[in-house]
């Protein structure tokens, strides 16, 4: 049986996800951030997190050499950042709100929460590259409500 890419897509777009932005620091020491999606726990002894990352992004080999990345969790009234940090624009971080965490990497200010992570290995996944982190420090808000995407739109969860 074949999968059809397109119909693969749009199961896919069935199961909601929490939108993060992945930020590290490129080895001039400009700020890195791409919008993600595919992010996920991967194990609590050690504490692991994973993303993934298009063959294809611009930024693939700097995030691969960073060393350090930080997955900063939207909340609900961040989709501007998500938005802006989903394009391609070099000028992306003018007049967003950060501050250096663990390994120099930015921290967007706002968000729901941050794990601030020490980069463990890189791995092939098909169109992707699997990134997986050690969480070094967190940051947690004490309250909000995070922004999810639900087939190929925004939406919010109720509670």
């Known amino acids: 049986m074949s999968v059809d890419s397109q119909t693969f897509r749009k199961a896919l777009g069935c199961f909601p996800t929490g939108v993060t932005v992945v930020t590290a620091t490129a080895a001039d020491g400009s700020p890195l951030g791409v919008t993600i999606s595919s992010f996920t726990s991967l194990s609590l002894e050690p504490p692991l997190v994973l993303f993934c990352l298009d063959n294809k992004n611009l930024w693939l080999d700097s995030f691969a050499k960073a060393g350090f990345f930080a997955v900063n969790v939207l909340a609900l009234d961040q989709r501007a950042l998500s938005e802006r940090f989903a394009g391609r624009a070099e000028d992306k971080w003018i007049g967003i709100a950060h501050e250096p965490g663990h390994g120099g990497v930015p921290v967007i200010a706002g968000s729901l929460a941050v794990l601030e ?43």
């Open 117 to 159: 992570c020490s980069l463990e290995a890189v791995h092939p996944g098909g169109d992707h590259q699997i990134f997986v982190g050690r969480v070094q420090q967190l940051r947690v808000a004490p309250a909000g409500r995070p922004l999810v995407h639900f087939r190929g739109a925004y939406g919010e969860i109720k509670v």
